[in-house]
């Protein structure tokens, strides 16, 4: 009979233990162990910002040509045009109105001419004081030369009219009077230009000029 317990105890399905929750103690400690993936340490990332923008400072340099330049460089073409108004004596006979526009440098021309050989004075003296004189500026000595070769230029015409003799009638008598009405014309433009430029203290460039003046110096 007391086998029949000891049965009974074998029938019975053995307990299953509980499955043991963790504690809250442990929780808190297994939450505060480092992630393998997490950093220990917080990381501050830099904020990156723009770089201002560069503000490039452009410095202008203005160099005023000096007065004393001017006026040399202004004097100097009045040799050209003094020697060239004669080629006006056509357009001054056609138009006797437009000698009212020279009347201002009548003065000046009448001093001029009554020197004896000022032509050739005041070209020497332009060339050799002006052009050849290391100690004057540059804007100064191209200004004198470009007078000088356009004084220069002036003398061809008259070699050509003796050479051809062209009289007094004729088509070649009509072809002088035009080739010295265009010559004028041009000198005056070349004088007036050639003025406001250098009182404006700016670099004049006549046609056909220039280029020898430049190459002169």
């Known amino acids: 009979m007391a086998s029949i317990p000891l049965l009974r105890l074998s029938l019975l399905p053995p307990q299953t233990s509980p499955s043991k929750k963790p504690s809250s103690s442990s929780a808190n400690i297994t939450a505060r162990l480092p992630h393998p ?3 220990t340490v917080p990381i501050s990332l830099p904020r990156l910002t723009p770089p ?11 160099n005023p040509t000096p007065a004393t330049d001017r006026l040399i460089s202004a004097v100097a073409y009045f040799l050209p045009f003094f020697n060239g108004l004669h080629y006006g004596r056509f357009v001054f006979a056609q138009y006797p109105t437009l000698g009212a526009a020279f009347e201002p440098i009548l003065p000046l021309l009448s001093l001029y001419r009554s020197v ?8 020497f003296a332009l060339y050799l004081g002006v052009v050849r004189n290391p100690s004057l500026s540059r804007y100064v000595r191209f200004n004198a030369m ?23 009638a004729g088509i070649g008598y009509k072809i002088m009077v035009m080739s010295h009405n265009a010559i004028f014309v041009f000198i005056v433009f ?23 003046a430049g190459r002169q110096l």
Do not use: E, K
């Not at 470009?146 to 007094?168: E, K, S, T, Y």
């Open 52 to 62: 201002p923008p560069t503000v490039r400072s452009i410095s202008m340099s203005y």
């Open 190 to 212: 070349c004088f007036v230009y050639s003025l406001v430029y250098s009182i404006l203290g700016r670099t004049p460039y006549l046609p056909f000029v220039a280029d020898a």
């Open 146 to 168: 470009q007078a000088v070769v356009l004084d220069v230029l002036l003398v061809i015409p008259l070699l050509l009219q003796r050479i051809f003799n062209p009289g007094r």
């Open 37 to 39: 993936l997490r950093p």
């Open 116 to 123: 004896p050989y000022a032509s050739f004075v005041a070209f």
